[in-house]
């Protein structure tokens, strides 16, 4: 399956790398990445792929999640399908 | 890959605007556990609920975590209670409610509905039983929902049983008095009642039902009221648009939600209910969706129309959204549960009068409504007489949970807690209809043509 992260605050050094270590220490597959910072708010979008996952759905999410914390930021990760049905007809 | 801006949008209306699903409720039919004998109807009404629901709440977290956005209550609704207890005296129905409070307890979800009886048209000995055992019932549990449809648009208005619901919900009243009547909360009175609504206090499993069925209620007034906002002043075809695209992409959720849930669960799935359902939270109101059309206050002058506007939009963007809907589908006010409708209820505002005029055009009808505690039981008939005729007479559902608040009068605030909220006590009128009420009888059903 695929999921949505997302990565929201205020910029600073080091985001990216911070999220993408993250994800390659579970094991889920970065497929694409955009970002964009408006003024000094930062949002990045990365698309993951987690078939190779070395933990469950919920023990990554909430890594992520707890991570994001201490570094500032809140990341939040969804299965792609809440978006592919709120956006796509 | 997906549109950045859609991809925040939706985290915004999840994180600041309280779009949630308001509830997985799962639909239970009793038939297969009809007993003579009391002691098995309860086992077997236990083993049926506790089996088929084992996984309810464990999926409906999983599925929480999964697409990250918060399911409020898991809940169930069963077959009418007085068809599946027939032969039973009051005091075997509440041993019934206590059953259906175990099984509760035991699976960890927020409400049972469905200790319900439908007497449009006259009541059986087990309706009258079950309706005499309402008030205790309620009483001993916490977890229970009760509902009584007294009329129909094909069979009129039972007003012998509007006259006994008055009593009955004056009895409820006094029976939990410590609790701000409490009891009354979790008890409604209907006209046209669905059979597959998963909301409460009205839910239910219709006897036209599968044997077990996965019904969602989606939420998101927040989300309304923003896109409102956000719309500025544009012309009403403009606005009715934005509220179908919005109702749209809140109902696109519900639905994944509820083909997965049902999938997860090995069900058949019922149906999405389109309904705006309020909270007590800030940013979480219908009445701010209709103060954000341009209204100073809710309840001024143009608030039917614009929760005219604001039900039909959503039924559209909704209808679209979902392969199949059902239950109540349209805007909720239940007073208490609403920010904005409380705060327009202690301005003055919003009377019941206007209230009643709102129940015309949305869903449900007189909802979570605080009235003084020395009611009569006859006034409170006639509020429910006035309310299910509109419905009758229209062909939609209505129905009254109203809350004589014991003790209280005028002026005073009632608390419940929790999302039922709070309430202002709100003025009734002082002459009676008691002997309109005591009549007895049928109202007869309606004509269909020579329509005015």
């Known amino acids: 399956m695929k999921a949505v992260l997302t990565v929201t605050g205020k910029d600073k050094v080091g985001i990216i790398a911070m999220a993408s270590t993250e994800c390659a220490k579970f094991g889920a597959n970065i497929i694409d990445i955009s970002q964009t910072v408006l003024k000094e708010y930062f949002a990045m979008i990365m698309l993951v792929e987690l078939d190779g996952l070395t933990t469950d759905f919920k023990g990554f999410a909430e890594s992520m999640e707890l991570k994001g914390k201490e570094s500032g930021v809140d990341i939040r990760v969804m299965h792609e399908d809440i978006f592919n049905s709120m956006h796509k007809i | ?452």
């Open chain 2, 1 to 452: 890959m997906l549109n950045t801006t859609d991809i925040l949008e939706t985290i915004t209306m999840i994180r600041e605007e309280n779009l949630d699903i308001r509830t997985v409720t799962m639909g239970i039919s009793l038939f297969d556990c009809i007993s003579d004998d009391p002691a098995r109807l309860e086992e077997k009404i236990y083993d049926k609920i506790t089996t088929s629901a084992k996984n309810l709440v464990r999926v409906a977290e999983d599925l929480e975590r999964t697409y990250g956005i918060p399911i409020v209550n898991k809940r169930i609704s069963v077959t009418p209670i007085s068809l599946i207890g027939a032969g039973l005296s009051p005091d075997g129905f509440v041993r019934l409610a206590h059953t259906l409070e175990r099984c509760a307890s035991t699976l960890g979800v927020n409400f049972i509905g469905g200790f319900s009886a439908l007497v449009q048209k006259g009541a059986t000995k087990g309706a009258a039983s079950l309706i005499e055992a309402i008030p205790q019932a309620l009483t001993e549990t916490d977890h229970i929902c009760s509902s009584v449809n007294v009329a129909s648009t094909k069979a009129g208005i039972n007003m012998d049983a509007v006259k006994k619901m008055g009593e009955i919900i004056k009895e409820t009243a006094y029976l939990t008095r410590e609790e701000d009547s409490l009891g009354c909360a979790k008890l409604v009175v209907f006209a046209n009642i669905p059979e597959d609504n998963p909301f409460m206090a009205g839910a239910l499993h219709g006897i036209g039902e599968p044997d077990t069925v996965i019904n969602v209620g989606v939420s998101g007034p927040g989300v309304v009221a923003a896109a409102i906002k956000k719309a500025g002043s544009c012309d009403f075809s403009t606005l009715a648009d934005t509220v179908k695209k919005i109702a749209f992409k809140i109902t696109r959720v519900g639905q994944l939600i509820a083909a997965e849930a049902a999938s997860r669960l090995g069900v058949p799935y019922g149906i999405v209910d389109l309904s705006l359902a309020p909270t007590p939270a800030a940013g979480d109101s219908v009445a701010e969706i209709l103060e954000n059309m341009g209204l100073e206050r809710c309840g001024t002058h143009g608030t039917t129309a614009a929760l005219a506007l604001l039900n039909d939009a959503v039924k559209k963007g909704g209808v679209m959204a979902s392969s199949h809907v059902g239950g109540l589908s349209g805007a909720f006010i239940p007073v208490s549960e609403d920010r904005g409708m409380i705060d327009a209820v202690k301005c003055g505002t919003l009377t019941l009068e206007k209230l009643e005029a709102m129940t015309a055009v949305c869903s449900v009808g007189l909802d979570m409504i605080a009235i003084p505690g020395d009611t009569s039981a006859a006034t409170i008939s006639g509020i429910i007489a006035d309310e299910i005729s509109i419905g009758v007479v229209n062909t939609k559902t209505t129905a009254v949970r109203v809350i004589p608040v014991w003790g209280k009068g005028v002026g005073e605030v009632a608390e419940f807690g929790g999302l039922l909220g709070y309430a202002p006590i709100i003025p009734l009128k002082n002459e009676s209809c008691e002997a309109f009420i005591s009549r007895g009888g049928r109202i007869p059903a309606p004509i269909h043509s020579l329509k005015n």
